[in-house]
Every structure is written in structure tokens, then in C-alpha cells.
């Protein structure tokens, strides 16, 4: 089979076809591809922005987590150097339960420390 009436019949088509096809098809297949990349394209950025979106709400969700933590073991922390000064200089005898006081004061300034345990091992 020769090529040359192959190309002849290919050349030929869109004279035996009528104008309202070889007219829209092309048409359609135009906006059809355009309309398929746009969407595409949209849907690929709108899958960033909802990451982008996710990312920063979670990254400023773990920074007020860690701010509370800081918070929560900071004033534990200067509650346990305050009586170790206080045990230092006297203030606090565990023979004689002087000092309790200041736990219970302490308790009141400090609003996340719950309770004040002391003990010897």
C-alpha cells in the first residue's frame, strides 16, 4: 500500500466533512485542553495555599504549646531555687516543720504550681 493515497484521503477529509463539524471539533478540543490545564493549574495551587495554610497553623500551635510548657517549668523551676535558698539560709527546718508557710504562700504567687512537696531520701 502506497502512502501517496493515504495523504490524498487525510488532505480529502475535511472536504467530505461538513462545516459544522470541521468547525467545532477543533473548537471544542481548543477549549476542552484549555479548559483541563486551567483547572489543573488551579487545583495544584490551591492544594499549595491549603498547605501553606495547614503549615502555619501548626507551626503556631507547637509555639504556644512550647510557650505554656516554658511557662508551666519556669515558675517550677524558680520555686525549687527559691527554697533551696531559703533551706541554705535556715528559713525552711525540716525537724521542726518551720517554713511551711512559705509553700503555701508560694502556691498562691504561683498560679501553675499546684502543690509543694518536700521530702528527704
Known amino acids: ?20 463539524i470541521v468547525l467545532i471539533v ?28 495547614a503549615t502555619q497553623l501548626r507551626d503556631e500551635v507547637v509555639h504556644q504549646i512550647e510557650e505554656k510548657l516554658n511557662t508551666s517549668t519556669k515558675a517550677a523551676h524558680t520555686v525549687n531555687r527559691l527554697n533551696a535558698i531559703a533551706f541554705a539560709r535556715g ?3 525540716i525537724a521542726n ?18 502543690f509543694i512537696y518536700w521530702t528527704l531520701d
Do not use: C
Open 1 to 20: 500500500m502506497s502512502i501517496k493515497p493515504l495523504v490524498g484521503e487525510i488532505a480529502n477529509l475535511p472536504n467530505k466533512l461538513p462545516l459544522r
Open 26 to 53: 477543533p473548537l471544542m478540543l481548543l477549549l476542552t485542553g484549555t479548559v483541563g490545564v486551567v483547572g489543573y493549574l488551579s487545583f495544584r495551587n490551591g492544594q499549595k495555599a491549603v498547605n501553606d495554610v
Open 91 to 93: 528559713d525552711i527546718n
Open 97 to 114: 516543720a518551720k517554713g511551711e508557710h512559705n509553700f503555701w504562700q508560694q502556691v498562691e504567687i504561683f498560679p501553675t504550681v499546684t
